[in-house]
């Protein structure tokens, strides 16, 4: 037994040195990590503010000013042009200098003083759908709120629902709230698959893999003196970029941070068995490399941090259960955002689990018979 730990220490030390002797493994280790965090963090968002606005006032009254001054101070519109005439208004949307236009007729002074209804055109852009949705949105946030501060006390009081919106885990629906922990599961997923394919197929090329054959180490002492190192690199860029997007963009944490590493060390089960099953199959670091992608982007698409799980077809929801990305957010972000325990996130643990011994088992039998 003491043999058998002292031979996987001694890989495991040689794989340390192999690794960070490689300047492109050092960059994959602590650069990528960090810049995937700057591109989600700050790039990558579906937040909307500054959306390029137009606005045509045809009442250019107190009333009318007030208004566009909401707009304003809001942050969430910048007004760009005031236009003076319908077919400006249009030439604006047309060659997409704004995003937004709103029309304030005639009359909409007095019909705000005396309680009257009235109306305002707003006018879209939908060439991006998102933006467009969510700009509207605020636009009748702050029509609806103007409305209720304007009205004649007789009219506001006639009001029967008082609907108040509450968003819970993440009040003020920021993107990077979202974005930033998952980053931290495609990025360890990234990062042990690219390391763990590469580095077996690394030792088969340069032919060091049939030095390790006639050594005294064991299959199972290989497999564990390949996956220990990456394993523990795969932790610390968990740590890196948790650290780093708590204190660069203020993410908060309000689960148990024991969970991340436990959790963390679950996931990688799956992810450096399947790094490993990459490696039986490649023969050359390119095809590795190759592989390492066509398993990650669909990884990725089909894992819910694009697009909601519920939304695919109903065959690619069903594929989506052997994907342990899937898993891993819903932990990450439970423990991020909404404050879970293993009590919640137990069912998603076991998950990985069994999916990490399915994919172990057959890497296992498939690495084997490679070094037959």
Do not use: C, H
């Amino acid at each position: 037994m003491q043999n058998g730990f002292e031979r996987i220490k001694r890989m495991v030390v040689k794989e340390f040195i192999q690794i960070f002797r490689d300047k492109r493994m050092k960059a994959i280790v602590f650069v990528l990590p960090l810049l995937q965090t700057m591109v989600f963090g700050y790039a990558v968002t579906t937040d909307v503010n500054n959306v390029p606005t137009a606005i045509y006032d045809l009442d250019r009254s107190f009333e009318s000013r007030e208004l566009v001054r909401r707009f304003v101070s809001s942050g969430y519109f910048q007004v760009l042009a005031m236009a003076g005439a319908p077919a400006e208004v249009r030439e604006l949307l047309d060659r997409s200098t704004v995003t937004i236009a709103i029309q304030i007729n005639r009359g909409f002074s007095s019909d705000v003083k005396r309680g009257r209804p009235t109306s305002i055109q707003v006018l879209a852009d939908g060439t991006d759908s998102n933006t467009a949705t969510v700009a509207l949105d605020y636009t009748m946030r702050i029509i609806k709120k103007y409305s209720l501060d304007m009205a004649v006390p007789s009219a506001r009081s006639s009001a029967l629902i008082d609907v108040r919106p509450r968003a819970w885990y993440n009040p003020e629906l920021m993107s990077k709230n979202y974005n930033v922990p998952g980053v931290i599961a495609m990025v360890i997923m990234l990062t042990s698959l690219l390391l763990t394919s590469m580095a077996v197929v690394r030792e088969r090329e340069m032919g060091t893999m049939e030095q390790l054959m006639v050594t005294p180490l064991k299959p199972i002492e290989l497999i564990l003196g390949k996956t220990i190192p990456f394993a523990v690199i795969a932790i610390f860029d968990m740590a890196l970029i948790t650290v780093f997007g708590v204190l660069v963009f203020s993410i908060p944490i309000n689960g148990p941070l024991w969970l991340l590493p436990v959790s963390t060390g679950v996931y990688l089960f799956s992810v450096l068995g399947t790094g490993l099953f990459i490696s039986t199959i490649a023969k050359t670091q390119q095809q590795a490399l190759m592989a390492t992608f066509l398993f990650y982007m669909p990884a990725v698409l089909l894992s819910g941090f694009m697009f909601p799980i519920e939304n695919m077809p109903v065959i690619f929801q069903y594929a989506t259960y052997a994907n342990p990305l899937r898993y891993f957010l819903v932990i990450i972000r439970g423990i991020f955002l909404k404050g879970s325990g293993i009590d919640v996130l137990w069912p998603q643990m076991v998950s990985l689990l069994a999916l990490g011994a399915v994919v172990i088992a057959l890497s296992s039998v498939r690495f084997r018979k490679r070094l037959v």
